[in-house]
């Protein structure tokens, strides 16, 4: 079936360097994909969000990119701080479909 | 931004007890919410969709009669495990989408069954 994948698991970042996190989907009729940050206990937080008629898309210190040719999406995080330190999840729907495919996920810890 | 509240946090219960999470849009009304499940370093699971006034949509595999949800106003959604056992341990997630179509998700309830 459709999925959305994660490259890696795990990502250590020495704090003040910029992280990347990527992630694969497979659904070519994905439109809206979205980057959550989970911290430990707690539901998932909104960070960004890109639709596919767009390449990149900025926000604080964060940008998505989007390649549609290779269906990969990528989470740029910029001067990492400790408080970056989660996990972090893509997602994908498609239009008409209500529902949110989440990705598998990928650890990020920023060392001090 | 919206504000999705769940109550409780966490809970311990018996085997064999029902237990009942809240969800609750705060600050916009949500036709549809939202239910997942997630184990631990594992990504959310969607159990279900609940509609406001009508049945909820569960996701193959998932037991209806013992995940029972209710969606009776535009701003609350519940989710009762029904004689719950160890196995059902896990972090239940609420989620909703606000007017502007993103989704905004509860803090998430631990439930340990004993």
């Given at each position: 079936g459709e999925s959305v994948g994660l490259h890696l698991p795990t990502l250590s970042v020495q704090e003040g360097d910029n992280s990347i996190i990527n992630c694969a989907y497979s659904n070519s009729a994905s439109d809206y994909f979205i980057w959550y940050k989970q911290e430990s206990g707690k539901g998932p937080q909104f960070i960004i969000d890109i639709r596919s008629n767009m390449d990149k898309r900025q926000g604080q210190r964060v940008t998505v990119l989007l390649n549609k040719t290779v269906k990969h999406l990528s989470l740029q995080i910029a001067a990492?701080?400790?408080?970056?330190?989660a996990v972090y999840f893509c997602a994908e729907n498609s239009f008409g479909n209500e529902k949110l495919t989440f990705g598998t996920g990928t650890r990020l810890t920023i060392i001090p | 931004g919206a504000v999705v509240s769940q109550h409780p946090s966490w809970v311990i219960c018996k085997s064999g007890t029902s237990v009942k999470i809240e969800c609750r849009s705060l600050d916009f009304q949500a036709t549809t919410m939202f239910w997942y499940r997630q184990f631990p370093k594992q990504s959310l699971m969607l159990m279900a969709t609940s509609n406001e006034g009508s049945k909820a949509t569960y996701e193959q595999g998932v037991e209806k009669d013992k995940f029972l949800i209710n969606h009776a106003s535009l701003t609350l959604s519940t989710l009762t495990v029904t004689s719950a056992h160890p196995e059902d341990s896990s972090f239940y997630i609420c989620s909703a989408r606000g007017d502007n179509e993103k989704l905004f998700f509860g803090s998430g309830t631990q439930l340990s069954v004993l």
């Open positions: 990492t701080q400790p408080g970056d330190s | -």
